[in-house]
């Protein structure tokens, strides 16, 4: 089955910094790749995602980078902001499963 | 946007009893249900795929006579824990796929098992 690694486990910049957030997955038939925004005691939140066939998207401060060939993806938060502390689960998906990596804690100090 | 709400949000149960939390994709229909188990500080476990009017496929690891899942309508699936042990005590999390591939979860159940 899939294997999605997630790294760092923890993360901690200051206000206005930038984020970044790496996963690498193992089964080439993924095609579907959303990240998640959990903040404590709530559900997941998707806040963006990319398919296979694209290499990059952005949405405001938010940006998810993919490639296939190295089968890695990133999420890039820019302008980091306290509301942005949460934990962020990457995943993968293809054939209609999902597989999340460990998640990672990001923490942005005022 | 999509909407999927779980029931209960919150169960306390004796160990050896069962109980049942339901997941419903309020405004769209959901081919696809997933039911995940969530430690805390941890991330979520796929337990396993709910397929409307098919048995579930679990995932390796899973029991699936304890964690019976049926997915009886477009818009309903249930996982029942059958004699509960206190190690079952966890937050299990429930997500709905719609047309477009979106997974959207649910808000969560908190199961302690005494």
């Known amino acids: 089955g899939e294997n999605v690694e997630q790294h760092p486990s923890t993360l901690s910049v200051q206000e206005g910094d930038s984020a970044v957030i790496k996963c690498t997955y193992s089964?080439?038939?993924?095609?579907?790749f959303p990240w998640y925004k959990q903040e404590l005691g709530k559900r997941p939140q998707l806040i963006i995602d990319?398919?296979?066939?694209?290499g990059e998207k952005k949405d405001q401060r938010i940006a998810v980078t993919l490639n296939k060939t190295a089968k890695h993806f990133s999420l890039h938060i820019t302008e980091t902001q306290p509301e942005d502390s949460a934990v962020y689960f990457c995943?993968?998906?293809?054939?209609?499963?999902?597989?999340f990596g460990s998640g990672t804690k990001l923490n942005v100090k005022p | 946007g999509a909407v999927v709400s779980q029931h209960p949000s919150r169960v306390i149960c004796k160990s050896g009893t069962s109980v049942k939390i339901e997941c419903r994709s309020l405004?769209?229909?959901?081919?696809?249900m997933f039911w995940y188990r969530q430690f805390p500080k941890q991330s979520l476990m796929l337990m396993a795929t709910?397929?409307?009017?098919?048995?579930?496929?679990?995932e390796q690891g899973v029991e699936k006579d304890k964690f019976l899942i049926n997915h009886a309508s477009l818009t309903l699936s249930t996982l029942t824990v059958t004699s509960a042990h206190p190690e079952d005590s966890s937050f299990y999390i429930c997500?709905?796929?719609?047309?477009?591939?979106?997974?959207?979860f649910g808000p969560g159940t908190r199961l302690t098992v005494t």
């Open positions: 997500s709905a796929r719609d047309r477009a591939s979106g997974q959207y």
């Open positions: 089964d080439s038939a993924s095609n579907y």
């Open positions: 990319i398919r296979s066939n694209v």
């Open positions: 995943a993968a998906s293809g054939f209609n499963k999902f597989y």
């Open positions: 405004d769209f229909q959901a081919t696809t």
């Open positions: 709910s397929n409307e009017g098919s048995k579930a496929t679990y």
